[in-house]
Nanobody
Framework: QVQLVESGGGLVQAGGSLRLSCAAS????????MAWFRQAPGKEREFVSA????????LYADSMKGRFTISRDNAKNTVYLQMDSLKPEDTAVYYC?????????????????????WGQGTQVTVSS
């Protein structure tokens, strides 16, 4: 089992930036593909981005392309989400997720069921 702890959330004005971090422990980090999801109040949890075990392949939800950047540092057991040009509609709890199964381009990589382990989330609030 792997434990995931997110950090870096906070309050930011529209147009600003934040970098989220997700620190993993418990297993070999490079064995896990990683992802970020988010959940806004009253809405379902949605896919944001995912990254392969090596970091060489990446997926983004269409609405995040060009504004968000996912990366990972396997030496530090950490995955990051750089968020730029933030909008009020980006306000949500952001969750880190991991899976030791399958591959990034599997059909479930952008779905909740594609990940076995989840962090507790970090709140991001974007003011207008």
């Amino acid at each position: 089992q792997v434990q995931l702890v997110e950090s870096g959330g906070g309050l930011v004005q529209a147009g600003g930036s934040l970098r989220l971090s997700c620190a993993a422990s418990g297993r070999t980090f490079s064995n896990y593909r990683m992802a970020w999801f988010r959940q806004a109040p009253g809405k379902e949890r949605e896919f944001v981005s995912a990254i392969s075990r090596s970091g060489g392949s990446i997926l983004y939800a269409d609405s995040m392309k060009g504004r968000f950047t996912i990366s990972r540092d396997n030496a530090k057991n950490t995955v990051y989400l750089q968020m730029d040009s933030l909008k009020p509609e980006d306000t949500a709890v952001y969750y880190c997720a991991s899976s030791s199964l399958g591959f990034l381009y599997d059909v479930d990589s952008a779905k909740i069921r594609g990940y076995e382990f989840w962090g507790q989330g970090t709140q991001v609030t974007v003011s207008s």
